[in-house]
């Protein structure tokens, strides 16, 4: 085993038996080091890895932003691992869509209608309406189905849908040059918006399910990806 990762287990276990906590701060670098009885580059790259990971931030100097503290930032790092493994071809796009609609339809069916992340996707819905540009419209979109996934309440699945989305954020701006008229798509999509929304705010999880399962298939579709 690496040293490195003997570091990394060490702060695991302290993360598991609640020795570490979210807010709180690693020993120092040497500290660790000696503790360990590893090498100061080994926890150097350990924490490293942590900051990658959206466990850790890793902050120099004196003072209250000094030290290694713990946060806790899953969607950024799963993004990044996800956006590379596309770039690569590893993971086609259209598996990715279809993991989204997944986990999307299952959040959408189980949305509770009081959660205050549903004011948020009104609020997005607003702004959408503005008549923004692509890019902005899509980042508005973007938001628009994290909120719906936070009204679920799962940590994990918003955790995925996040990195799903950003990981084919870009590849969707791309795919709007396949499309006839930006408008009339943007038009359309902002009406099924509302759609889902309003089953949602009805308690009707099953349509919620069945409007968003066919809102992101036909907007794939009309762009050219897949066999929808």
Same mark, same amino acid.
């Given at each position: ?46 924490? @490293? &890895?942590?900051? #990658?990971?959206?466990?850790?931030? +890793? ?11 713990? &946060? +806790? ?36 069916? @189980? ?9 948020? *996707? ?28 936070? +009204? ?6 918003? *955790? ?11 590849? *969707? ?35 919620? #399910?069945?409007?968003? +399962? ?15």
């Amino acid at each position: 085993m690496r040293t490195h990762q003997l570091v990394l287990q060490w702060i695991e276990k302290q993360l598991i038996d609640g020795q570490l906590t979210v807010g709180g701060r690693l020993p120092a670098e040497r500290t660790l080091a000696e503790q360990l009885e590893v090498s100061r580059t080994s926890v150097r790259e350990a924490i @490293r &890895i942590l900051e #990658a990971m959206g466990v850790v931030r +890793a902050g120099v100097g004196s003072g209250p932003d000094a030290g290694t503290v713990v &946060i +806790a930032d899953p969607t950024a790092a799963l993004g990044s691992a996800l956006r590379l493994h596309v770039a690569t071809q590893h993971l086609p796009v259209a598996d990715i869509v279809e993991t989204r609609v997944l986990l999307e339809s299952w959040a959408a069916a @189980r949305a509770r209608a009081d959660s205050p992340a549903l004011a948020e *996707a009104a609020a997005l819905l607003e702004q959408m309406d503005a008549g923004p540009d692509t890019e902005d419209f899509l980042a508005l979109d973007v938001r628009f189905h994290l909120a719906l996934a936070e +009204a679920a309440g799962n940590a994990v699945v918003s *955790a995925m849908m996040g990195s799903l989305r950003e990981a084919i954020q870009g590849y *969707a701006g791309r795919l709007t040059a396949n499309l006839p008229d930006w408008d009339a798509t943007a038009a359309r999509l902002r009406s099924e918006h509302r759609e889902i929304l309003a089953a949602i705010n009805n308690n009707d999880g099953v349509r919620a #399910a069945l409007l968003v +399962a066919d809102h992101i298939e036909g907007y794939y579709k009309e762009a050219g990806l897949g066999s929808w």
